[in-house]
C-alpha cells in the first residue's frame, strides 16, 4: 500500500537549487518534468536538490541541505542531482536520506523521475546516472517562467571541452554543446512574450557557443541576431565570458546596442601568468588588463566582474599580490573570491597545495580588496540617471547590475532612477517620477 492510499496528504514539488544560473533554468525544466511525471501526487511530495560540483564546499552544504530536509519532510520523497550527482553519484546514492540520484542528463527528463517504488519500480539501484560524454546534443527546453526570479535565464550552451586543473565540472557536464541559434531566439520571444524585461543568456562555457553547429557560428552572431529578431527585449545580459574568445561581432554589439547590458563578467580566475599557466587558462594576465581597456573603450562606463581563486597550488606571496593588483588594473567592480578548494580527480589536487590558513587568509583579503573596489564604484554613481529593474520589493540591479534600494516598482518591472547616495552596499535611487514632483 503507497502513502497516498494511507491518507498522507501530498506537499507538492520543491526544488532547491545550488550553483550556477544554468542551474536556475534547468531547474524550471526539472520542476516541470517531475510534475508531468506525478511527484506532485506524492504522499509528502517531492524535494529535487540540483546541486553544483564547483567547490567540496558546494558539495558539502548539499549534503548538509539534504541532512535538513529529510529532518523536516520525514515523509518526502528527496532526489539529488545536478553537477554533484554526477561526478560522486555513490557518495549520494550512499546517504540514508536520499531516495533517488540522477545524472546531469537524466533531470530533465520526466520518466526519470518515476524510478521510485511509488511508481511501481522495484529496481533497487538508487542512482541513475549515465556517462555525460555520450551526450553529444544541448536540446531548447522551452519553459514559460523562472519561478521567483524577475529575470529570465535563457540556455544557449552546456559542457566545456577545456580541462583548468582545477575544474571538475567538465566531468559534470560533458564536452561543449550547443543549443540551435533558432532555438534560442524561440525562448527568448517567448519569454520576452510573458512579460520579462531582461533575458539572461548562460551557459557552461558561453563564449565558446557555436563551434559544434553548422557554419559554426559564435556568440556575438546569437547575440546579434536575438536583438534583431526579438525587438521586445528590452535588457539582454551575458551571464559569465571568456575573454580569449570574444569576437568581434559580440565586441561591436557592446559598441553599439544599448539593449546589451553594460557589465561582463569575466572567467579571470588569477592574476599572475605562472598560475594561470598551472591553471591551463588560455589568457595572459596582459591580455585581460588590455581587454577591459579595449571594451572600456568601446562602451565607457561598462562594468566588470570577475571570478579568482586565491591560494591555488604553488601560489606565493608575490603570486598572490598579482591577483590583488589586476582588480584595479582591470578596474574590477564585482568581485567572485573562491578560496581554492582541491576537487578529488582533478591535477590541481595532486600539485603542492597552500596551507588551509593561508588560502582563507588570502581569500579574506581578495575580498576585502574587492570590497573596496565596489565602494569606489558605488561613490561614483550619486548624481547619475539608472534605469532599475526591480527584483523583489525595495531592491533592483541597475545595467551594470549594480544592487539599488528604491521604494517603488514591481518585480520584473524597469524604474528610471536618479541615484541620490550609498549605504556602502548599495546604491540609493529615486525614482524619476517622484524628482518631477
Known sequence: MSAVEKGAVPKGIDVITFGCRLNTYESEVMRREAESAGLGGL?????????????????????????????????????????????????????????????????LKANSYRALPDFGVNDTEKARVNDIFSVRETASHMVDAIEGRARAFVQVQNGCDHRCTFCII?????NSRSVPMGAVVEQVKRLAGNGYAEIVLTGVDMTSFG???????????????????????????????????????????????????????????????????????????DQSIRFCEDVRKLRPGIVFGADIIAGFPTETGAMFENSQKIVAECGLTHLHVFPFSP????????????????????????????????????SSLPGTRQSILIERDGLGRTEGFTLAAIDTGAPGEIVDAIITGHDGARLIAAPLAAQAA
Open 43 to 107: 504522499a509528502g511530495g517531492a524535494v529535487i536538490f540540483n546541486t553544483c560540483a564547483v567547490t567540496a564546499e558546494a558539495v558539502r552544504q548539499a549534503r548538509q541541505a539534504i541532512r535538513k530536509a529529510r529532518r523536516e519532510n520525514p515523509e518526502a520523497r528527496i532526489i539529488v542531482t545536478g553537477c554533484a550527482a554526477q561526478t560522486e553519484p555513490r557518495n549520494f546514492a550512499a546517504m540514508d536520506e536520499v531516495d533517488l540520484v540522477l545524472g546531469n542528463e537524466e533531470k
Open 170 to 174: 567538465p566531468y559534470g557536464r560533458g
Open 343 to 378: 576537487r578529488e580527480g582533478t591535477p590541481a589536487a595532486r600539485m603542492p597545495q597552500v596551507r588551509r590558513e593561508v588560502v582563507k587568509a588570502r581569500a579574506a583579503g581578495l575580498r576585502a580588496v574587492g570590497e573596496a573596489a565596489y565602494r569606489r564604484h558605488l
Open 211 to 285: 563551434a559544434d553547429l553548422p557554419g559554426a557560428p559564435k556568440l556575438g552572431k546569437l547575440v546579434k541576431t536575438i536583438l534583431r529578431q526579438v525587438p521586445d527585449v528590452k535588457r539582454l545580459r551575458l551571464s559569465s565570458i571568456d575573454s580569449i574568445e570574444a569576437d568581434d561581432d559580440l565586441l561591436d554589439t557592446i559598441a553599439t546596442e544599448p539593449r546589451l547590458m553594460p557589465h561582463l563578467h569575466l572567467s579571470l580566475q588569477s592574476g599572475d601568468d605562472m598560475i594561470l599557466k598551472r591553471m591551463k587558462r588560455r589568457h595572459s594576465r
